[in-house]
């Protein structure tokens, strides 16, 4: 989430009409030091993408910079505290100033405002009708429906309540709770009986290893289903989104939907400072 924010504010700084308040341009020094500043903030960017305490030859190489134009730039950060650096190993992370600002960010993130749209401009590119569920109180809960013009006769509204085992949506919040959860979660949502322990790690590494779920006449006779999640930071399920289709719907499109799908539900993940499953470590 830092380095997304920290990369945006480079952009914009980089393409800002340098101007002074009454309008004329500024002299070039004032530039180059707006440009200084672009830079710094490319080079906490490249900190913050290496993922962990990283040495100063690793940051200049990602900032695209040499080693010691890199080093001035990372002891201005440090003096400021958005990075620090180990007194032992010499590796340098991101400072408390850094990590403030990104936990600031994250708190202001509204994670339904940020896919709203997102996922209203899939389903009309699509055709597709597609909805939006969360874990609640009694298992995943659909909470937005976007129709497509194709229409879809379903019992399903909003307020449905899908089953952990028994649909595409269920699947997926299944597969990314984390392991110690598992089983409490299908105690809790009145799965556990039917559940059998080997089913249930064969869906979390299909889904996993997909990225999505795909169920076909599981849940309803003649509606098929393909799920994918938006991860939060920890890499698990804040919505999972599915996307339906009735028999008459013709497949040939479904796997381009799909991928399409995983490409929007990606981008909104890392929209809210979540991790997609190929960058959990």
Known sequence: MTERIITEWAGV?????????????????????IQSVGIGLRVLAALSAEGGPATLTEVAKRAELSASQAHRYLASLVAA????????????????EAIRVGLAALARIDVFAQSDPAIAAFARETGRTTLVAVLGPAGPTVVRW?????????????????????????????SFLPED??????????????????DVQAVRRRVRTDMSAYVDEMLIPGL?????????LQG????????IASSTIDRKQDAAVVQRLKEVCRLIT????GRWLAQLS
């Open 13 to 33: 700084l980089a393409g800002m009409k340098h101007r002074s308040r009454s309008g004329a341009r500024v002299a070039p020094r004032a530039r180059r030091g």
């Open 81 to 96: 505290g958005m990075a620090r650096q180990d007194g032992s190993s010499g590796r340098y992370d991101l400072g408390h």
């Open 146 to 174: 976007y129709a497509g013009p194709n229409p879809v006769v379903t019992s399903l509204a909003i307020g449905s309540v899908l089953p952990l085992m028994g649909s595409a949506t269920g699947h997926v919040f299944l």
């Open 181 to 198: 959860e598992v089983a409490g979660a299908l105690k809790r949502y009145q799965a556990g009986a039917s559940a059998k322990a080997a």
């Open 224 to 232: 098929r289903a393909t799920a994918v999640p938006i991860l939060d």
């Open 236 to 243: 698990h399920p804040a919505l999972v989104v599915t996307t």
């Open 270 to 273: 890392e929209q809210i400072g």
